[in-house]
């Protein structure tokens, strides 16, 4: 009998346990339904991530990506290496085709979101950045509408590319993502603000100022990445 071993962290509410050569999540059918359907997607369209093996109504089982996840420990040498994986990771991504993409993540869709998980009191204020600790639901949501930007460069998007959603080879190159959950049409700066908040965090600020000039930003708009992480805030 296969032995299925629970594995800790994520926001999203699902349970996710890892298994021989599998792992499987449990959770809100309508989350685990739009993670299938966005995983059999993105396979398709050559990018790596975890084939699907089986989805059912709150049941998502996929073949595990052989690697390590990229917020474990990495010796120093490794560290220039890792960043730039995930730059390639971000580039492929957002080299994608917007106009293919079924998914819609744009501020029209996650402004309202953000809306709605404040009314309904779901923000996890335990749980924010330094800079925001303290702060209320409605301070997060004021702020939201204060600084929303006016238009959007839009990608196909992760949504969540934290080290911890990328796999990774022992010498530090890309292997696959995981947890596409809130892959979609979005402002790429979506993704840059979120993997250099996790690069600065897991690897060191000089990493995540050596993504943006990989990704070809040698002057980043630091109010766009400002935004992004506090949209992430409601998620």
Same mark, same amino acid.
């Given at each position: 009998?296969?032995?299925?071993?629970?594995?800790?962290?994520?926001? +999203?509410?699902?349970?996710?346990?890892?298994? !021989?050569?599998?792992?499987?999540?449990?959770?809100?059918?309508?989350?685990?339904?739009?993670? %299938?359907?966005?995983?059999?997607?993105?396979?398709?369209? #050559?990018? !790596?991530?975890?084939?699907?093996?089986?989805?059912?109504?709150?049941?998502?089982?996929?073949?595990?990506?052989?690697?390590?996840?990229?917020? *474990? !420990?990495?010796? *120093?040498?490794?560290?220039?290496?890792?960043?730039?994986?995930?730059?390639?990771?971000?580039?492929?991504?957002?080299?994608?085709?917007?106009?293919?993409?079924?998914?819609?993540? +744009?501020?029209?869709?996650?402004?309202?979101? &953000?809306?709605?998980?404040?009314?309904? #009191?779901?923000?996890?204020?335990?749980?924010?950045?330094?800079?925001?600790?303290?702060?209320?639901?409605?301070?997060?949501?004021? *702020?939201?509408?204060?600084?929303?930007?006016?238009?959007?460069?839009?990608?196909?998007?992760?949504?969540?590319?934290?080290?911890?959603?990328?796999?990774?080879? %022992?010498?530090?190159?890309?292997? #696959?993502?995981?947890?596409?959950?809130?892959?979609?049409?979005?402002?790429?700066?979506?993704?840059?603000?979120?993997?250099?908040?996790?690069? &600065?965090?897991?690897?060191? *600020?000089?990493?995540?100022?050596?993504?943006?000039? #990989?990704?070809?930003?040698?002057?980043?708009?630091?109010?766009?990445?400002?935004?992004?992480?506090?949209?992430?805030?409601?998620?």
């Amino acid at each position: 009998m296969a032995r299925w071993v629970a594995v800790s962290g994520g926001k +999203s509410g699902a349970r996710v346990w890892r298994g !021989p050569g599998l792992h499987r999540k449990v959770g809100p059918p309508d989350q685990i339904e739009e993670e %299938a359907e966005r995983l059999i997607w993105l396979r398709g369209q #050559g990018i !790596p991530c975890p084939p699907v093996v089986r989805h059912a109504p709150g049941l998502l089982e996929t073949a595990s990506l052989a690697g390590r996840s990229g917020e *474990e !420990p990495w010796a *120093e040498e490794l560290k220039p290496r890792v960043a730039e994986s995930v730059v390639l990771a971000l580039r492929s991504l957002h080299a994608l085709p917007v106009a293919d993409c079924p998914f819609d993540r +744009s501020l029209a869709v996650t402004v309202p979101l &953000a809306e709605a998980v404040t009314a309904l #009191g779901e923000i996890d204020l335990d749980d924010l950045d330094p800079e925001r600790q303290g702060w209320s639901a409605h301070q997060l949501l004021h *702020e939201l509408h204060r600084t929303v930007p006016t238009s959007e460069d839009l990608a196909v998007c992760h949504g969540d590319p934290t080290l911890a959603n990328l796999i990774f080879d %022992a010498e530090g190159g890309l292997v #696959g993502m995981v947890d596409v959950g809130r892959l979609g049409r979005a402002d790429r700066y979506r993704d840059l603000a979120i993997a250099t908040r996790s690069v &600065a965090g897991d690897l060191g *600020e000089e990493y995540a100022e050596q993504l943006l000039r #990989g990704y070809g930003l040698e002057h980043p708009d630091r109010a766009r990445l400002d935004f992004y992480r506090l949209l992430d805030e409601f998620f």
